[in-house]
């Protein structure tokens, strides 16, 4: 960064009194921390990097208290980054505020294929960290699995089980599924059934893969019984909201069987739980509008069967499903698979967790793989008069939220600029906005409202001759 950025830095960090997701501070008056390791190591893995600040006190209100040795601090902090798996290379920047130098530490995320990286003499699976908020977290075994499952191309889905035989599996469904596959693949024609069945995933060394038992076997949960959906409609806005447990749900079902089976067994209990308007149309017509556009939760409802994680470490959690009186959630063990990030989704070709699973429900439901779904959802939201979903993706739970009303602590639509240009009469960062106004996407919050009203000439920025700087902030003119 440039010196210039860095002091707006501090001045931001001492105005707040805090560290941050990308943002940690450490006192260097009287040398350098002698344990580094665990920041480099959740800098590096996490989406867009961070900053380590170098001569604040964060016990003495975030004062500058500047660094002893500017020059020697980057060459000892240098030496800690070579200890890290793959190398850290951190880029420096030195500014001088009231007479006290302070020393900055960019450090990048790595590339995904490098990743995790870890302190060397921890090793990987006790060197491996995380960034919590404004904390450092040790990686569970689950996420640096999650890391190496997608380097080294592990699918989960050809896993077999010892006890499951081919008598497991339903042969009238097979053979519908055989018929449609030499149909849309010809190239399979010739083969006997057995070997198309190992080539396409659902049979390995004669016996039923995890996925030739979720999508075929008359009782999948004979052998995974974790491994389906609950759903529950809670009354109130949050869980436990009630005072004592036989009031909390309304309606509560564990929904099991094939792929197919918990996705029309889903389907049907939103059906049965969500509300219905019967509207006049302008011709004088009846028309109803469910609370939810069924096509939009039949999306999110396949997606979360086709690309949950399948691997042994997340076998005893089920897909949930809740109805709140405000919103729909669906969270989905796993969280988002190797190179896609919440601002790719519906936009570029992402990879698949488990393509054995999603090419057979091509063939047996048509479903589109390509874009999982997304654009679907926003396209049947946005006909439905609702707020694009929200999308969050925390320590391999990934969830999706439906909200009845517009975002932004439910106010109406004509409502939401004033809202903002009263909130930012004092400058606030996109992060800041984002969540003051209950979005998980910055991004998306910045191009819908945010973007707007600087082209109106509504909101101005703090630094204008760098719109895409880190530290940027709005305000209302």
Same mark, same amino acid.
């Given at each position: 960064?440039?010196?210039?950025?860095?002091?707006?830095?501090?001045?931001?960090?001492?105005?707040?009194?805090?560290?941050?997701?990308?943002?940690?501070?450490?006192?260097?008056?009287?040398?350098?921390?002698?344990?580094?390791?665990?920041?480099?190591?959740?800098?590096?893995?996490?989406l867009?990097?961070?900053?380590?600040?170098?001569?604040?006190?964060?016990?003495?209100?975030?004062?500058?208290?500047?660094v002893?040795?500017?020059?020697?601090?980057?060459?000892?902090?240098?030496?800690?980054?070579?200890?890290?798996?793959?190398?850290?290379?951190?880029?420096?920047t030195?500014?001088?505020?009231?007479?006290?130098?302070?020393?900055s530490?960019?450090?990048?995320?790595?590339d995904?294929?490098?990743?995790?990286?870890?302190?060397k003499?921890a090793?990987?699976?006790?060197?491996?960290?995380?960034?919590?908020g404004?904390?450092d977290?040790?990686?569970?075994?689950?996420?640096?699995?999650?890391?190496?499952?997608?380097k080294?191309?592990?699918?989960d889905?050809?896993?077999?089980?010892?006890?499951?035989?081919?008598?497991n599996?339903?042969?009238?469904?097979?053979?519908?599924?055989?018929?449609?596959?030499?149909?849309?693949?010809?190239?399979?024609?010739?083969?006997?059934?057995?070997?198309?069945?190992?080539?396409?995933?659902?049979?390995?060394?004669?016996?039923?893969?995890?996925? !030739?038992?979720?999508l075929?076997?008359e009782?999948?949960q004979?052998?995974?019984?974790?491994?389906?959906?609950?759903a529950?409609?809670?009354?109130?806005?949050?869980m436990g909201?009630?005072?004592?447990?036989?009031? %909390?749900?309304?309606?509560?079902?564990?929904?099991?069987?094939?792929i197919?089976?918990?996705?029309?067994?889903?389907?049907?209990?939103?059906?049965?739980?969500?509300?219905?308007?019967?509207?006049?149309?302008?011709?004088?017509? %009846?028309?109803?509008?469910?609370?939810?556009?069924?096509?939009?939760v039949?999306?999110i409802?396949?997606?979360?069967?086709?690309?949950r994680?399948?691997?042994?470490?997340?076998?005893?959690?089920?897909?949930?499903?809740?109805?709140?009186?405000?919103r729909?959630?669906?969270?989905?063990?796993?969280?988002?698979?190797? %190179?896609?990030?919440?601002?790719?989704l519906?936009?570029?070709?992402?990879?698949?967790?488990?393509?054995?699973?999603?090419?057979a429900?091509?063939?047996?439901?048509?479903?589109?793989?390509?874009?999982? !779904?997304?654009?679907?959802?926003?396209?049947?939201l946005?006909?439905?008069?609702?707020?694009?979903?929200?999308?969050?993706? %925390?320590? !391999?739970?990934?969830?999706?939220?439906?909200?009845?009303?517009?975002?932004?602590?439910?106010?109406p639509?004509n409502?939401?600029?004033?809202e903002?240009?009263?909130?930012c009469?004092?400058?606030?960062?996109?992060e800041?906005?984002a969540?003051?106004?209950?979005?998980?996407s910055?991004?998306?919050?910045?191009?819908?409202?945010?973007?707007p009203?600087?082209?109106?000439g509504?909101?101005?920025?703090?630094?204008?001759?760098?719109?895409?700087?880190?530290?940027?902030?709005?305000?209302?003119?």
């Amino acid at each position: 960064m440039l010196e210039e950025e860095l002091v707006q830095l501090i001045k931001k960090i001492t105005s707040e009194k805090c560290e941050s997701q990308h943002i940690e501070i450490k006192k260097a008056l009287k040398g350098t921390p002698s344990k580094l390791y665990d920041t480099l190591s959740s800098f590096s893995n996490q989406l867009g990097g961070g900053v380590i600040v170098f001569g604040i006190d964060e016990e003495s209100g975030c004062e500058v208290t500047g660094v002893y040795d500017a020059q020697d601090l980057q060459r000892k902090v240098m030496e800690q980054s070579l200890q890290m798996d793959p190398v850290v290379r951190p880029l420096f920047t030195v500014a001088r505020i009231e007479d006290k130098l302070v020393v900055s530490a960019e450090i990048s995320e790595c590339d995904i294929y490098d990743k995790p990286c870890f302190y060397k003499g921890a090793g990987r699976l006790r060197g491996s960290y995380i960034r919590v908020g404004d904390s450092d977290q040790p990686m569970t075994e689950y996420e640096i699995y999650s890391f190496e499952a997608f380097k080294r191309r592990i699918n989960d889905e050809l896993r077999t089980i010892e006890r499951a035989e081919m008598d497991n599996l339903s042969q009238s469904d097979l053979t519908e599924y055989l018929i449609k596959l030499r149909r849309q693949k010809p190239n399979l024609v010739n083969m006997d059934d057995t070997r198309i069945l190992e080539t396409q995933g659902m049979l390995q060394d004669n016996k039923p893969t995890l996925a !030739g038992l979720m999508l075929f076997s008359e009782y999948p949960q004979e052998f995974f019984p974790q491994l389906s959906i609950t759903a529950m409609v809670v009354q109130g806005k949050e869980m436990g909201e009630l005072g004592y447990e036989g009031e %909390r749900f309304i309606d509560n079902k564990r929904v099991e069987g094939t792929i197919p089976q918990m996705l029309e067994g889903t389907l049907a209990f939103v059906r049965r739980n969500m509300k219905v308007k019967t509207i006049i149309t302008e011709d004088g017509k %009846r028309a109803d509008k469910p609370e939810y556009p069924i096509k939009a939760v039949r999306e999110i409802v396949l997606n979360a069967l086709i690309h949950r994680d399948y691997s042994i470490h997340t076998e005893r959690s089920p897909i949930r499903l809740v109805m709140y009186e405000d919103r729909l959630e669906l969270e989905n063990p796993g969280g988002l698979y190797g %190179r896609i990030t919440i601002d790719d989704l519906g936009k570029v070709s992402a990879d698949t967790r488990n393509p054995y699973i999603a090419g057979a429900l091509e063939i047996m439901l048509d479903t589109e793989n390509r874009f999982s !779904g997304i654009p679907t959802v926003f396209s049947e939201l946005k006909k439905a008069g609702m707020p694009n979903p929200t999308f969050s993706d %925390r320590r !391999g739970v990934f969830k999706v939220t439906f909200n009845k009303s517009v975002e932004a602590d439910n106010l109406p639509v004509n409502n939401i600029e004033k809202e903002i240009l009263n909130y930012c009469v004092t400058p606030h960062s996109r992060e800041e906005l984002a969540k003051r106004f209950g979005f998980e996407s910055p991004a998306y919050f910045m191009k819908t409202y945010i973007s707007p009203l600087i082209e109106m000439g509504k909101i101005k920025l703090t630094i204008p001759d760098k719109p895409k700087s880190k530290f940027q902030k709005y305000y209302s003119s």
